[in-house]
């Protein structure tokens, strides 16, 4: 290549790439998953229509919606080369084997406590009586 | 949707970044990828040790107060006033790039502005939530909430909620230290006289970054 090697400046002039309206439309789709998920949360702890986990599956689903959104357009990463795009995300594969380990591990001790430990077994069978907390018009702040 | 280069276009021989981004912002991405990896550490852990345990408490009855409307419970709206708040600087975050992309000092400032103003509305928010939460007698180690199915619950619970926000608050904290940084420099007109307003793009990259772990942490204390 003839010229010399690119400085800052030949990054911070590209302004063809901004597009305030897809700005817009990422946030829209972001107010609504929220919503959305907060009607769901709400409904389900009035009515306990559904199966907790069959619900939790659709939070990780919006959450992971969420997060799509925000990383390509906030953070522009959908709009940059294949390159940059692949340095962030095969790295974040790993993720998924972290969070499979760790869960898997954390269910395999609960196993275990519950079949072999006499007194976790138990304290999970005992109920106990409701605590009143109540703030007694106590503003934050002032002891 | 990758961006438009020329075909054949060879990243890889030399004379031109590979990632076609400028090295700072190229490390920043770097140094968030880092963060995110300790963020992951500590939902991951909060995710095993919920896993591990029998029964946990319920988000709906511990995050159900409001500011100022006394006893009245209203479920999960506090939180989502704070999540509209980090979703709305988001925006006006997003705004200051493509202000500072077009030269325009005045509209940066403005726009920078505000991205403040919303990280000090949510900071303020969970200040209120914590001290609420510290007069109910939750904080570490100790957990006045019972769990879900009425059995006793640990202090694993507040332990992980103080921490993982308290490290999210630090972080959203930080940003607004950087973004009140970037201001005066805008303010000042340095990146005027650089020609470019990339550090701006870096900050915006951090502070969405802020947005985005908020999210998950939404999930995982709120809904789950």
Redesign the interface.
Known sequence: ?SSA??T??D?????S??D?KA??RT?WI??CI??F??IV??VY?ETHFFPKHIL?GV??I??LA??FF??A???HL????????M??AI??C??IW??IA??W???S??DL??RYDKY?YE??????K??E?K?E??K??VE | ???T?PVGQK?WS?????????????MM?YFL?SD??TF?AFL??Y?????????WP?P?EVFKSF?FI?EMTV??AFV?LM??IL??S??T???A??AG???DRKAVMKWMFLTILGGLAFLGCQA?EW??LH???AWWGRN?F?NI????SSTNFTNFFFTITGFHGFHVFSGVIINTIMLIKTWRGDFQR?????MIEKA??YW??V??VW??V??CF???
Do not use: C
């Not at chain 1, 709009?79 to 795009?85: D, F, Q, S, T, V």
């Not at chain 1, 304290?123 to 106990?128: D, E, G, H, I, L």
């Not at chain 2, 199915?149 to 006793?152: A, C, L, N, R, S």
């Open positions: 290549m090697s690119p800052s400046a990054f911070g002039k590209d302004k790439s901004f305030s700005v817009w946030f972001l107010l929220t919503v998920e907060l949360a709400i702890y939790n939070f990780v919006m959450t969420k997060a925000i990383i357009e906030f953070m959908g709009h940059e080369i294949k390159n940059l795009i340095t962030i790295p974040a790993l993720f972290f969070l760790f869960i591990d954390g269910s001790f609960h406590r519950m976790q304290q999970s069978k005992t109920k106990v409701p605590v907390h703030e018009g106590k934050p702040g | 949707m990758a961006q280069v990243w030399g004379g031109r970044s590979p990632f076609n981004v400028e090295y700072g912002k190229l991405w990828m995110a990896f992951g991951i852990s995710g095993t040790i919920r896993f591990s345990s029998s029964s319920n709906n500011p006394g479920p999960l989502s999540t509209f979703i709305m988001s925006v975050m997003v705004m790039v493509g992309q077009a030269q209120w001290t609420h007069n109910e007698g006045p019972m199915d009425g059995t006793q650089t020609g470019h307003y990339l915006g990259l969405h970054f947005d985005l999210v998950f939404f999930t709120y809904l789950l």
